[in-house]
DNA sequence: GTCCCGATATATAGATTCGATATATCGAAC
DNA sequence: GTTCGATATATCGAATCTATATATCGGGAC
């Protein structure tokens, strides 16, 4: 998981520990925070198994600033690590690192982990309904409280889902015929500039 | 944090290991999802501190079920862990848990990590936009829809707990004079049936 | 100019948690 | 009578977290 978010950072640009942890703080720390005892033991593993490298090392003389950079292979692994791990893909944190490198993947697949995670996220939302229903007069106004608040987001949740799934198939649908949509112009943006093939996963 | 869910859940009734994993996830499992990696080592933590016993123990021959309950030194625990552990209580799932066991809570601590927990998600909030404008125009629109939802969400938390701080607040408020107030009968309800005093921590 | 502080930067130890897996029993369905 | 899903306990190794230690850098206070 840490080495999926790392390396979809340094494919971007190569970067130091530091800047990784505020990069990795910005754009998912409001659902985990990356600590140092997780960063760098995470570096040191991408290293060993050659996903990463080291420039500019201990050299510089004075600069004790370890700047990481991928590799061929840490590419690979990042294609690997991005679609094809599909177990943890609909969790939580494993959705929301992956949707944060969507632009790497092809429409297909995008839709392909869209509707897992929303699969999964029904799944909760039914659990949370059944739990409620058999809670309701057992437990404290506060568990139901925070059941509810939290069934309630899982729809939110849901819904977005539909809103980004339904983007996608509009893109990924037939171009439309010239003729005919003179006036149509897509109300909706294209979530990320097309990347050509080869910049894909 | 797992010491303090399972101590909360053994107070309401004795249990063994594989219900304390459903109650787990029914109460909490939509933000946390509790492995028996880290329970059964977390009971015979809790065993070996003294806080919870095993009745029932291996006797009753055929009989492989461990039930654990609570000590009174488990009590004291749990107080302490709910209440001064005032360091991740506004942490996402620090607070849940202990809002999760809020009716053993006085009003005011209540409000207190209510509070805490708001101005928590506030800086959240304020993190997420300042990200959001400075990256704007420089990232991928999948990463922006990721932090917008996160925003969106951060603040729909926000007015839940608005909500119950006002609920809370009233309720604390001293009672309204019998006079003038024939009519008005509280539309919400308490959140809690009133505990006595010493079945607070 | 130098002292101090907050931001930058790396690192590790120890505890906790996760993910996967193994094992065994029970009751019900077939 | 046996297969299957739910009940039940347990452990290993890896990943992650919390806390802490250390050092440098640039800038402002004095």
Same mark, same amino acid.
């Not at 060993?48 to 061929?72: L, S």
């Not at 690590?81 to 992956?98: M, P, Q, T």
């Not at 995008?110 to 995670?117: A, Q």
């Not at 039914?126 to 404290?140: C, G, K, Q, W």
């Given at each position: 998981?840490?080495?999926?978010?790392?390396?979809?950072?340094?494919?971007?640009?190569?970067?130091?520990?530091?800047?990784?942890?505020? +990069? #990795?703080? !910005?754009?998912?720390?409001? =659902?985990? @925070?990356?600590?140092?005892?997780? *960063?760098?033991?995470? $570096?040191?593993?991408?290293?060993?198994?050659?996903?990463?490298?080291?420039?500019?090392?201990?050299?510089?003389?004075?600069?004790?600033?370890?700047?990481?950079?991928?590799?061929?292979?840490?590419?690979?692994?990042?294609?690997?690590?991005?679609?094809?791990?599909?177990?943890?893909?609909?969790?939580?944190?494993?959705?929301?690192?992956?949707?944060?490198?969507?632009?790497?993947?092809?429409?297909?697949?995008?839709? +392909? #982990?869209? !509707?897992?995670?929303?699969? =999964?996220? @029904?799944?909760?939302?039914?659990? *949370?309904?059944?739990? $409620?229903?058999?809670?309701?007069?057992?437990?404290?106004?506060?568990?139901?409280?925070?059941?509810?608040?939290?069934?309630?987001?899982?729809?939110?949740?849901?819904?977005?889902?539909?809103?980004?799934?339904?983007?996608?198939?509009?893109?990924?649908?037939?171009?439309?015929?010239?003729?005919?949509?003179?006036?149509?112009?897509?109300?909706?943006?294209?979530?990320?500039?097309?990347?050509?093939?080869?910049?894909?996963?």
């Amino acid at each position: 998981m840490l080495e999926l978010a790392i390396l979809g950072l340094l494919k971007e640009r190569s970067m130091h520990g530091y800047q990784l942890k505020k +990069r #990795l703080a !910005e754009t998912l720390g409001s =659902f985990w @925070q990356v600590s140092y005892g997780s *960063l760098y033991p995470a $570096l040191r593993r991408l290293q060993r198994e050659g996903a990463v490298e080291m420039i500019f090392p201990k050299e510089d003389v004075g600069r004790r600033k370890n700047v990481y950079r991928i590799t061929e292979q840490g590419e690979a692994l990042f294609r690997d690590l991005l679609d094809s791990a599909g177990e943890d893909a609909a969790a939580d944190n494993g959705f929301s690192v992956r949707f944060a490198f969507f632009k790497y993947l092809k429409p297909e697949t995008r839709i +392909r #982990l869209l !509707e897992r995670r929303r699969a =999964f996220l @029904q799944r909760r939302s039914s659990d *949370l309904e059944r739990s $409620l229903a058999s809670y309701r007069e057992r437990v404290d106004g506060y568990t139901i409280s925070l059941m509810n608040h939290q069934l309630a987001a899982t729809e939110n949740d849901i819904r977005w889902l539909d809103e980004l799934i339904r983007t996608e198939e509009r893109q990924a649908a037939p171009a439309p015929r010239r003729r005919r949509t003179r006036i149509a112009r897509s109300v909706t943006e294209p979530l990320t500039d097309p990347l050509s093939e080869k910049e894909r996963a």
